[in-house]
């Protein structure tokens, strides 16, 4: 780690906790020799200053479950807590007890999945509710799958079931309850939390929420300044990484948002478009990446999008571009955490 839990890692996400998130677990995979329990990822920072870099609360529920899933006892969330809602209230009040039932099983945790250095899906489970609670992440711009099989301490040894807590709550339709194997689905950024159980285990009914199919993301080519778009759905957005390599490495900057400009322009118009890094980097070495966030919808479809990109850096630095034309699926259906065992007793 370059700098606490305040460097994003060397590849870029939708928002800078998600990248936050990956640079620890790779981390974790870099050291393996160091147990799981004993780590301490500095927590989920709550905060608009610049000591964490200016945050905010974007993805915060995601970033506790993680940091909670990966076996430390060492859980944090801390900051400007004035800045959740509501709803993030409600949200905390059902995660936490969730979390303390799990205390005595934290030095059980076993990695799952791929290398998140790859940015291969992953994941961490452990013996939960007389069951295995399984956390999982899918670092990347397109879909992705984790097996999960009955070699993890805490796999029933009989029927078993899926139960989704977040964030699409409800019973997980499978076709072979008593089989050994099965396969987890992720769609693109996507955290998901499921508890595998016991089959009779019976629970008071989850929220009646369908867990929606993103469609999936299209690699996009930039050929001529000019990218030209194929179906596009509602709540896409074109994202436009720009990556920075210097000596064979990835090159971090305190603003590398300034050293790489980008005009975007849809049949000649411009268009919004967001960037991340916001700011100067205040708490840590910055960044390798610039992300650039192009919404786009239907009436795009079969049009061109013209990007003119400007590198300012040296000599010494190579830029590398790439783009997809992603579903912002966590933009139009809500998440929800939901504990089936909290009315049991």
């Not at 974007?58 to 969330?77: C, K, N, T």
Request: hydrophobic share 40%; aromatic share 8%.
């Amino acid at each position: 780690l370059l700098m606490e839990a305040a460097t994003v890692a060397s590849s870029p996400a939708p928002t800078t906790r998600q990248s936050l998130t990956l640079n620890v677990d790779q981390a974790i995979r870099h050291a393996p020799l160091l147990p799981l329990r004993l780590q301490d990822s500095l927590g989920v920072w709550i905060g608009e200053v610049a000591w964490c870099n200016r945050i905010g609360t974007a993805e915060w529920p995601e970033a506790l479950l993680v940091d909670a899933a990966r076996g430390s006892d060492l859980v944090q969330l801390w900051g400007d807590l004035t800045l959740l809602d509501t709803d993030d209230r409600h949200m905390m009040s059902a995660i936490w007890p969730w979390l303390q039932r799990q205390l005595d099983a934290r030095d059980r945790t076993v990695e799952l999945g791929g290398d998140p250095r790859h940015a291969a899906a992953y994941g961490y489970a452990r013996p939960a509710d007389g069951g295995l609670a399984v956390t999982l992440i899918n670092p990347g711009w397109s879909h992705a799958a984790v097996t999960l099989d009955a070699s993890i301490d805490g796999w029933p040894t009989g029927p078993w079931q899926v139960i989704e807590i977040y964030p699409f709550p409800g019973a997980v339709d499978i076709h072979d309850a008593a089989g050994t194997t099965w396969i987890a689905c992720l769609a693109p950024w996507e955290t998901r939390v499921l508890w595998i159980g016991p089959a009779e285990t019976q629970f008071d009914g989850p929220p009646r929420q369908t867990r929606p199919a993103a469609r999936e993301s299209q690699p996009l080519t930039i050929a001529n300044d000019a990218i030209a778009l194929p179906t596009v759905g509602r709540e896409d957005a074109v994202f436009l990484a720009h990556r920075l390599e210097r000596a064979g490495e990835w090159a971090y900057d305190a603003e590398p948002q300034l050293l790489i400009d980008c005009e975007a322009k849809l049949d000649g118009l411009a268009v919004l478009t967001t960037t991340l890094p916001r700011t100067r980097d205040r708490n840590g070495p910055g960044s390798p990446w610039v992300l650039r966030t192009i919404p786009a919808g239907p009436a795009w479809s079969s049009r061109e999008l013209t990007v003119r990109i400007e590198d300012r850096t040296g000599p010494d630095t190579t830029v590398h571009t790439e783009a997809w034309l992603v579903e912002r699926w966590w933009r139009h259906y809500r998440r929800i955490f939901w504990d089936p065992f909290a009315n049991l007793g």
